[in-house]
């Protein structure tokens, strides 16, 4: 079989995903790298491996969450 059939979506290729719990603080481990998050029940700040920033608060027992991504501080170096 050359390709998918037409309307038919190809597999997705493999992922890689670890995640380490200590206390209120996580390590997640993927193919991208190593992130971390830290919060407790229904409040989180999460860094990803490539450096995007997330805050997601939620209401345990409800399935509502917001969530917002954080504009990244520029670290550009200046001569």
């Known amino acids: 079989?050359?390709?998918a059939p037409a309307g038919h979506p190809?597999?997705?290729g493999w992922s890689y995903r670890k995640s380490l719990k200590m206390g209120p603080f996580r390590l997640n481990f993927s193919k991208k790298g190593?992130?971390?998050s830290v919060g407790a029940r229904?409040?989180?700040y999460t860094r990803s491996a490539d450096g995007r920033r997330q805050m997601t608060l939620r209401i345990p027992g409800?399935?509502?969450t917001?969530?917002?991504s954080l504009k990244s501080s520029s670290r550009s170096?200046?001569?």
């Open 1 to 3: 079989m050359p390709g």
């Open 42 to 44: 229904g409040a989180r």
């Open 66 to 68: 917001w969530r917002r």
């Open 62 to 64: 409800t399935g509502l």
């Open 34 to 36: 190593v992130g971390h």
């Open 10 to 12: 190809r597999p997705m």
């Open 77 to 79: 170096s200046r001569g």
